[in-house]
């Protein structure tokens, strides 16, 4: 929810010099533009409350302004609560945050401001989330919504990844894995829909296709070390917990995880993520290994890789003390 309120706040700026350009500078709009600044003011400081009352104002003024509709709609968003769904002062929030989006949708759609197809996208999104299992729980709705999204940006995958969590928060999987596909397809270079479907398989449970989707994104981006890294707490944590595996089969999961690790640390030698999961996995194969020999080896090495992941971190601490020391200074 953060990262949301973050890439909506970041719109913020500059919108409210566009606004003065609708209405050709009359009264009534130059009015509108007042009350939109002073509105933006109120939702930088996430005061929804405050801020309702001036974007309403400002769209009264200029009911042609499709910014202020979007904002409008996320403060009342904002101010809906899952914990008091049933209320009906909750509810009606829902109900406001949805005809906003809409009207900002009708709006946005025919505006020619350039951060106009931005908001347009958020209200589309925001619309769709609306919808959602944790608020109206109305795919019926949310459904022809993201199709229309879709038809409008077809080449963009995260509109076919909104459509399938739709459909995977409804159960209907094989349309949910087929729309996390579609975004692979439309963008066969983005690693990130890759990532999305791995995230996929792994709330449905299958391992090895989750797998499958990390290591080809690893593959479209070789020289991230977290791409390879993120395979292996997985295998890591596959061997440990999955009571089903012959002890032959845990063994290769966790050789698998520390070739990915192993991967990571080539490109960046001094990745403390990686050092510490192989330093674990060196000792997950320990215990799998039969010969005394081989597992003095394995511990001895997973000593000296802990070590080194140990200095590492209070390098890493001194150096953000030390960053947030130099800050201070030059306040």
Not at 11 to 37: D, E
Not at 94 to 117: C, G, H, R, S
Not at 273 to 285: G, S, W, Y
Request: charged share 30%; aromatic share 10%.
């Amino acid at each position: 929810m953060r990262s949301q309120f973050v890439r909506v706040l970041a719109l913020c700026a500059g919108l409210a010099l566009l606004t003065a350009a609708c209405g050709k500078y009359s009264i009534s709009n130059l009015r509108a533009t007042q009350a939109f600044q002073t509105a933006n003011e109120q939702y930088k400081k996430a005061d929804w409350k405050a801020a309702i009352p001036e974007y309403t104002r400002a769209v009264t003024l200029n009911p042609d302004l499709g910014y202020a509709y979007f904002f409008l709609g996320n403060c009342y968003d904002n101010l809906y609560k899952p914990t008091k769904k049933g209320e009906p002062d909750n509810d009606q929030n829902l109900t406001k945050a949805v005809e906003n989006y809409k009207l900002a949708i009708d709006k946005l759609k025919v505006a020619k401001e350039p951060q106009a197809a931005k908001i347009l996208k958020l209200s589309f999104e925001y619309l769709i989330a609306a919808y959602g299992s944790e608020k109206l729980n109305d795919i019926e709705k949310a459904v022809p919504i993201a199709q229309e999204l879709i038809n409008a940006e077809p080449n963009e995958p995260t509109n076919y990844q909104a459509l399938g969590k739709l459909y995977e928060e409804n159960g209907r999987y094989d349309e949910a894995e087929g729309m996390f596909k579609k975004a692979i397809e439309v963008k066969q270079n983005d690693p990130l829909a890759y990532e999305v479907l791995a995230g996929y398989y792994n709330r449905q449970g299958e391992f090895e296709q989750q797998m499958a989707s990390l290591e080809k994104r690893a593959e479209m981006e070789p020289n991230n070390p977290e791409a390879w890294h993120a395979m292996g707490p997985y295998y890591s944590d596959k061997a440990l917990k999955d009571t089903k595996l012959s002890r032959d089969q845990a063994k290769q999961y966790v050789l698998k995880g520390l070739e990915a690790e192993d991967k990571a640390l080539k490109i960046n030698p001094d990745y403390f993520e990686a050092l510490a999961f192989k330093n674990i996995m060196l000792r997950q194969q320990a215990n799998y290994e039969k010969d005394p020999a081989v597992q003095k080896r394995l511990l001895a090495e997973a000593d000296t890789i802990k070590a080194k992941a140990e200095e590492i971190r209070k390098r890493n601490t001194a150096d953000a003390a030390a960053g947030t020391a130099a800050k201070k200074k030059t306040k």
